[in-house]
């Protein structure tokens, strides 16, 4: 946010003075909105935060502890982290930066000040990401008969038959774009690989550049002969460059890869038909401008220029790596069947209250009207609960109506087919696909187009606002009365990440609860002003303020010596205004236990700022994605969970929703997910006032919440398949 901070706030910070420990002390009433210090900002800033997160990430890949195979995975993670950063983090200071070059991040540094910090770090995890691939694991998979060759290493026999395959398979997908008078600079797609070819031309001697995109239909690594022998697709390509530049000879050739800005720019107010305007802004995205250029580290200066000049990138904007590029696309070693190098299958349990009888039936709705049911994800089955829940439902005679927000689902998938079902059985189906949703705006587009062909009821939500909550209303005749069911979820209604993503849901047939989401949808479908609630709290109307309100009970509880706490568990901290709150509840001496998974800008542990603060973070097999927010520390306290993290985004600009857990044992189980993860010593990591994050050291044995988690079996039963 802007704001009006000391003339000597402007110069440049370095990364180290960024990070310089705080030692003395922050009053709060001192400094409301201001920096402690040019160099010990009150906020830490989100994008260097975010850099942490992956760092961390990048941790678990250099982890030897980890099965070969799962590190190999999180270095694909971290890659594929990376290139959404710079699509959109990065592309959105780039594009302040033109814009408002004097707006000030919370922590007091322009836009170009920030670039400057994300380029050094980026740089360095990046060079570190690429040396730990080359000079770690490819060698460790080597010893594991998994080879990751580049053409000098394969023998005559293996580059024959590449060969063969590059000629029948390969070239004719090829085309080769010369640059001259007559051809201008191609232009280069977004996270394309691609070669830049330097040749002469015998017949005029004079030299020129040619560029050849490598397919990304094509399977990246290529199998040589033996089974567990890959070779890099490029390499295949650049060694067959002949065959596409006939009579010219090769001088030089290095593979290169363009990041694009994926952010999309539209007015919604404006748009008489929001499904087109999105479209043309997804076509308008091929064309946006570059952000980032890697290149092969062996690239002749001359050709590094020739490439940044063409796409308008600056020197800090060109990460030279060793090959090869593009390790987001490790997954196809990832799924290779080595079990040896890989974590054991994990088979989530079914809710001992949803285990089917002898018959291989279960009543739902039954179970559900007995009492609210919890369920966390990935420990309990998504498939054998919510998709359960929904596939009945969508079956069931008895029920009238389905209502059902959709950010993001599988590709194949069985909730939009039970939908399709229950929408062809006569029921009304009311479906709100969000189809901004970022990245997933095309699928999302496909999906709403299906369910409207089937005869559901599509809507996009309230103009201006994503809608990211996790709802689903059922709503059924029962003898004379009419019953609604609800589910409330932190995740999407997606099979495939409920069995990656962790994540926390209610089922409850609860009148005051189901009253609530029915009036939220007649909000998101109609033109309903229903503003208040009585068991939920909605963004963006009401979340920052209750949440504040509840921060700020807290505070006036442990002034006047009662007990009170504070246990948040959530993915992003970002919010200026919580995060006061919680500085100024910490100096009222609220134990506030923060677990963020990836943004924290608070910083912990400050004298006379945040003391009674502790921020961790677990990242794991699983990822953490649950949001549950715990005030007070006795058997009445409040416990919400929903989909909101503590970011503007989610505070201002979506619909969000956060809702009560009333009953005892459930609260009761949601305390032990916090304290599980506050007791985490093995994936854990501890944030630290100098703004470093450290892993957290075992006093005594080693604890890891998600194996503690997946080797208790709760519920009783788990899934065959």
Known sequence: MPRDVDASVNRPLTLSQYRRPVTD????????????APDRPRYLNRELSWLDFNERVLALAEDARRPLLERVKFAAIFASNLDEFYQV???????????????????????????????????????????????????????????????????AETRVSLNRLFTERIFPVLTPLAVDPGHPFPYISNLSLNLAVWLSDPADGRTRFARVKVPPLLPRFLRAQEPTTFVPLEDAIAANLGQLFPGM????????????????????????????????????????????????????????????????????????LPGPLGLADLWALVELDRPDLSDPPFLPSIPARLVPDAEGHVDLFKVIRSGDLLVHHPYDS???????????????????????????????????DALVAAAEAGKQVVVLVEIKARFDEQANIAWARMLERAGCHVVYGLVGLKTHCKLCLVVRQEGARIRRYVHVGTGNYNPTTAALYEDVGLLTADPAVAADVSDLFNLLTGYSRRAEYSTLIVAP????????????????????????????????????????????????????????????????????????????????????????????????????????????????RRVEVLVRVMDPGLRGRLRDILSFAMSDTDTSWGLQPDATWVPVRPAGRRISMQETLMANDVSGARLDA
């Open 382 to 416: 998504f498939i054998g609960s919510v998709l359960a829940f929904i596939q009945q439902a969508a079956a069931d005679p008895q029920v009238l109506a389905i209502k059902l927000t959709l950010y993001r689902t599988s590709g194949e998938s069985p909730i939009v």
């Open 541 to 652: 109307t009401d979340i920052r303020r209750r949440v504040i309100g509840m921060i700020d009970g807290q505070a006036e509880l442990a002034a006047v010596g009662a007990p009170a706490r504070i246990v948040m568990k959530l993915n992003s901290l970002v919010d200026e205004a919580v995060i006061d709150a919680l500085y100024a509840a910490s100096q009222a001496g609220v134990p506030i236990d923060l677990l963020v998974r990836s943004i924290c800008a608070l910083r912990p542990g400050v004298a006379g700022l945040s003391d009674t603060i502790r921020v961790r973070s677990v990242l794991g097999r699983f990822l953490e994605h649950s949001r549950i927010y715990r005030f007070g520390d006795d058997p009445d306290d409040e416990i919400w969970i929903g989909s909101a993290d503590m970011m503007h985004r989610n505070l201002d």
């Open 249 to 320: 000879s090769i001088l030089e050739q290095h593979a290169f890869r363009v990041t694009r800005s994926a952010d999309i720019e539209y007015d919604d107010d404006e748009a008489e038909d929001l499904i087109r305007a999105l479209e043309e802004e997804i076509r308008k995205r091929r064309f946006s401008p570059a952000v980032r250029l890697e290149v092969d580290r062996r690239m002749p200066e001359h050709l590094v220029d020739l490439l940044a000049r063409e796409l308008q990138l600056d020197e800090p904007d060109v990460h030279q």
């Open 89 to 155: 983090r990065v592309a959105t200071l780039r594009r302040q930066e033109l814009a408002a070059p004097r707006l000030r991040s919370a922590d007091g540094l322009t836009p170009g000040e920030q670039l400057d910090l994300v380029r050094e770090r980026t740089r360095e995890l990046a060079g570190r990401h690429a040396h730990l691939f080359a000079r770690s694991m490819r060698p460790r998979l080597a010893r594991s008969g998994i080879r990751v060759l580049r053409w000098r290493q394969i023998g």
């Open 25 to 36: 002390a922050i009053r709060l009433a001192e400094l409301p909105h201001a920096l402690a």
